[in-house]
């Protein structure tokens, strides 16, 4: 942090956390040096989305569930708002399809517009904000509370925590292997949420039995 502000002259203030440390700036030309002179440096690191940048996550309740997705991003499209992506929601267990739709908006003037919405072609509809039942994890270093788009750390395999892409692990489809995990060193892969590390929401928060289908 002395190397940033005094010697780059980057405005930055940091904040320990867990085995991290999180850099704050107050501007994008500051955020732009600092993700420069780390990549310069080949330091690891990865970036959280600032709340402007990131989709508003809403669910839709009243349509049926053959209800085709394309249609409820046309419909708001015509009102307005800028739909990201639209995901209909399935049961955990089961993978049944539910007649709940999970709508990604990018931010605008109007997007709180979303939860005064009751109707849609001929059904009555109920938005609310859309609440994650874990805590989001990286696809690329299997960290959590961040996502891959915005992650330059080493890779790390989900099933054998090896520095490369799970997707082209080797053990993949090997009989009698034991996966490991890259967060806790255990007999599991790191998306287990049995992991003695991996994080578990305030008991006062809001959770979903609902999963997205992607």
């Keep these: 942090m002395q190397r940033l502000n005094g010697v780059q002259k980057i405005n930055c203030a940091a904040k320990p956390k867990s085995e991290f440390m999180h850099v704050y700036c107050n501007s994008s030309t500051d955020h732009r040096n600092?993700?420069?002179?780390?990549?310069?440096?080949?330091?690891?690191?990865?970036?959280?989305?600032?709340?402007?940048?990131?989709?508003?996550?809403?669910?839709?309740?009243?349509h049926p569930i053959d209800y085709p997705i394309e249609d409820i991003k046309n419909n708001l499209t015509k009102l307005n708002f800028r739909v990201d992506k639209v995901n209909q929601l399935k049961k955990f267990k089961d993978k049944r399809p539910l007649n709940i739709f999970q709508?990604?908006?990018?931010?605008?003037?109007?997007?709180?517009?979303?939860?005064?919405?009751?109707t849609?072609?001929?059904?009555?509809?109920?938005?609310?904000?859309?609440?994650?039942?874990?805590?989001?994890?990286?696809?690329?270093?299997?960290?959590?509370?961040?996502?891959?788009?915005?992650?330059?750390m080493e890779a790390r395999c989900v099933l054998?925590?090896?520095a490369h892409d799970s997707r082209v692990c080797p053990m993949k489809?090997?009989?009698?292997?034991?996966?490991?995990?890259?967060?806790?060193?255990?007999?599991?892969?790191?998306?287990?949420?049995?992991?003695?590390n991996f994080p578990?929401?305030?008991?006062?928060?809001?959770?979903?039995?609902?999963?997205s289908s992607t």
């Design 34 to 62: 600092i993700t420069e002179y780390l990549d310069k440096e080949n330091i690891q690191y990865y970036v959280v989305p600032s709340a402007a940048k990131k989709p508003v996550k809403v669910v839709i309740k009243g």
């Design 103 to 118: 709508v990604h908006l990018m931010q605008s003037e109007n997007i709180q517009d979303i939860y005064k919405l009751t």
């Design 120 to 152: 849609m072609e001929y059904y009555i509809i109920y938005v609310e904000k859309y609440e994650r039942k874990t805590i989001g994890q990286c696809f690329c270093c299997q960290k959590f509370a961040h996502h891959s788009s915005g992650c330059k």
């Design 160 to 162: 054998c925590a090896e």
């Design 173 to 196: 489809n090997k009989d009698n292997f034991t996966p490991k995990c890259g967060n806790c060193g255990g007999p599991h892969t790191a998306s287990f949420r049995g992991c003695p």
């Design 200 to 211: 578990k929401l305030k008991k006062n928060n809001p959770w979903t039995i609902l999963r």
